[in-house]
């Protein structure tokens, strides 16, 4: 079965410093990965997505994630947090279903970014 | 941009009453789900739904809970007898069959307590 685990619930950064939210996961096959960003009082929103296409994935707002099989890794990162980048952090891998809708969340990362 | 939105915000209500959570995904999406997060855990698959019935469902999912296409823009969530632990954040989302990506777009989720 399929799962993610995200290694910290809460990072702080200053604002200019680089992102790094991690991510691990576990599939017992080639899995489609996607981080998702919830801000306060809002929905979730994809960030960006692997679905077996190149292992570094570009999604929106400067942020990337790296698909590395031999660590089974999906790391979330940024070179220069903003202020906006403020929020909380999904790591998603989808499961094994058949509609392809049943999402299995991580925990959330907290990301917090100091002025 | 097109979104998914859902009513009430914040509902609050009595255990043992029914509630019906509504949403309105994006227009030409085809696929519709609830998650729900109950505070401090995982954000959790509910349903799928497609062409007017469930093509998944969680364990979660049993038969207190429904869903409904009344009409051609409402996706509505029924709980018929509330219980103390279904008091969670609830998720609806939609996805464009043609897409496929397993991408979701998700509202900003309707706050349910059950006192």
């Known amino acids: 079965a399929q799962s993610v685990t995200q290694l910290d619930s809460h990072v702080s950064v200053s604002e200019g410093t680089p992102v790094l939210l991690r991510c691990n996961y576990s599939?017992?096959?080639?899995?489609?990965l996607f981080w998702y960003v919830q801000h306060p009082n809002k929905g979730l929103q994809l960030l960006l997505k692997?679905?077996?296409?190149?292992?570094l994935v570009k999604g929106i707002n400067g942020f990337e994630a790296e698909f590395k099989k031999s660590e089974t890794s999906f790391h979330l990162t940024k070179p220069s947090a903003h202020m906006s980048d403020a929020a909380e952090y999904f790591c998603?891998?989808?499961?094994?279903?058949?509609?392809?809708?049943?999402?299995?969340f991580g925990k959330g990362t907290k990301l917090s970014v100091k002025p | 941009e097109p979104e998914v939105t859902q009513t009430p915000s914040h509902q609050v209500t009595q255990m043992g009453q029914e509630v019906i959570l509504r949403c309105v995904p994006i227009?030409?999406?085809?696929?519709f789900y609830w998650y729900r997060q109950i505070l401090g855990q995982k954000v959790e698959f509910l349903v799928s739904?497609?062409?007017?019935?469930?093509?998944?469902k969680s364990e979660i999912f049993d038969d207190q809970f429904s869903v409904e296409r009344p009409d051609g823009s409402n996706f509505t969530l029924k709980i018929r007898s509330t219980k103390l632990e279904d008091s969670a954040m609830y998720f609806c989302?939609?996805?464009?069959?043609?897409?496929?990506?397993?991408?979701?777009?998700f509202g900003e989720g309707s706050r349910l307590t059950v006192l």
């Open positions: 989302a939609s996805s464009d069959l043609l897409l496929n990506t397993g991408e979701l777009f």
């Open positions: 227009s030409n999406h085809l696929y």
């Open positions: 692997y679905t077996s296409a190149a292992t």
């Open positions: 739904f497609y062409n007017n019935e469930i093509s998944e």
């Open positions: 998603v891998v989808r499961g094994d279903g058949g509609s392809q809708g049943n999402l299995i």
């Open positions: 599939s017992s096959y080639s899995p489609s």
